[in-house]
């Protein structure tokens, strides 16, 4: 009887241990694939954060915060930040008048708003503006005086259609 017992446990490891390594082999093969899915999928992810860096410094070709050349001609200011002072200096003109005088559109129903403003180099400004229906662009150039202030001037402009 005590052979019997010896041998049915001697079995019942003998099954453990093969189920366990059968087990361990199929859980390693699956982790392993798992790590291969994912080492090709971070080249992807390293490819498109390389174009997307790519992107991104060609846009920042005309930014006045990246154009050395621009910022000397404001050397001489005390001025800390040119780039968001002339932003902040536009949209003003969203809150200071009924109709902004930067937007050659009469008003449809509601006002003309700028929402995105681009500085382009020492001189120059891309605008976005919106009633929320009706959408438009402006080009601007500004100059700043000795005290800091600005002086826009509308250069060009468009509207785009309405597709409705």
Known sequence: MKKNIILYLFVFTALILIFQLVNSNRVFEDLEGKW???KARNEELKDSLFKLQIRLEEQNDFNLEEN???LRY???LS???IASHVKD???ETNLLREKNDLIPYAAMGRTFLINKVKVLNHQWIIADFSDGTHWGEIFLTYQIDKNGGLNF???EHFMYPNPD
């Open 36 to 38: 291969i899915d994912t």
């Open 68 to 70: 050395e050349y621009a």
């Open 74 to 76: 404001f050397e001489n």
């Open 79 to 81: 001025i800390q930040n």
């Open 89 to 91: 200096q536009l949209y």
């Open 153 to 155: 001037e509308l250069r």
